[in-house]
């Protein structure tokens, strides 16, 4: 098999949590903690995160996939992936005494573990690195204009759809009430940036994690996901954002026709190479 795994345990505020410790055969300096995004446990959607942690474990990457407290086999209350702060950190406390020769650790997650990883990685100096698949940062505004963007214009150009509509087969009223209410959802209001409470927005933690965080990062979006589509919308229109992600310390890559969580096994291969090549790529 060409490495190890194990199942562990940890710690966490009183609660167990639960796991899989893959290891390469060897001694190895580079680590990896997949983070979970939910409703979803250690294996991931389509096994996505097991199959991950092993490709790692034979490119000589040590990998820890866990189950948040709530989640999964994990003991404690469920919470959200704004609040799993102290889960992180425990599992970083127990990967790092596991595999006591890291000196890089990185934070992998996928659509809202990735929003999660990035607004926790500036508190942990332990965190040299995250890689961000199709980041949550989702407002009601960004997801209309997305939508529209992405999916009713490209539908607008497809034969298909207008034979649907001569034949009599779509919905067209329903359909063109839906495109308008987004539409006023989308241009009615100030562009997502503030709540108006004094409470920083999603966007705004994000991109605060994203400035205050000092390690690289690589950033992989699906084409065909509007998640992925609505973060790169709004980080590519925003200045702010665009100065952050254009600096060498961000590398990108697209995979085109990929769905959000990469249910094809040639789009989890590329995931898990691009993964691998930049972990061990990594300075130091």
């Known amino acids: 098999m060409g490495f190890e795994e194990r199942a562990v345990s940890f710690a966490c505020r009183g609660d167990a949590l639960y796991g899989v410790l893959s290891l390469p055969p060897g001694a190895c300096t580079r680590g990896v903690v997949i983070v979970v995004g939910g409703p979803q446990y250690r294996a991931g959607s389509h096994r996505q995160f097991t199959l991950l942690a092993r490709s790692l474990a034979a490119q000589g990457i040590a990998a820890l996939r866990f189950d948040y407290r709530g989640m999964g086999?994990?003991?404690?209350?469920?919470?959200?992936?704004?609040?799993?702060?102290?889960?992180?950190r425990a599992a970083l406390d127990y990967f790092l005494g596991a595999v006591p020769g890291l000196r890089q650790v990185v934070l992998w997650?996928?659509?809202?573990?990735?929003?999660?990883?990035l607004m926790y990685a500036p508190s942990d100096k332990r965190v040299s690195g995250l890689v961000l698949l199709n980041p949550w940062i989702r407002t009601q505004d960004g997801l209309a204009r997305t939508t529209l963007k992405h999916y009713y214009r490209g539908r607008l150009l497809e034969a298909d759809f207008w034979r649907q509509v001569v034949r009599g087969k779509f919905a067209l009223g329903r359909s063109l009430a839906s495109m308008f209410g987004l539409v006023r959802v989308a241009f009615g209001s100030a562009r997502?940036?503030?709540t108006g409470t004094g409470t920083a927005s999603l966007p705004e933690r994000m991109h605060a994690g994203m400035r205050q965080f000092g390690g690289q990062v690589l950033l992989i979006v699906s084409g065909a996901d509007l998640t992925g589509r609505e973060f790169c919308d709004l980080t590519d229109s925003t200045p702010a954002w665009k100065r952050?992600?254009?600096?060498?310390?961000?590398?990108?890559?697209l995979l085109d026709h990929a769905d959000h969580t990469f249910s094809r096994r040639d789009w989890r291969d590329q995931v898990a190479a691009w993964t691998g090549d930049w972990v061990n790529s990594l300075p130091g």
Do not use: I, K, Y
């Open 73 to 88: 086999d994990s003991e404690g209350e469920t919470r959200s992936f704004e609040t799993v702060d102290e889960d992180l």
């Open 192 to 194: 997502s940036g503030t």
């Open 244 to 253: 952050l992600l254009d600096t060498p310390r961000v590398t990108r890559r």
């Open 109 to 117: 997650g996928l659509c809202d573990a990735a929003s999660a990883a």
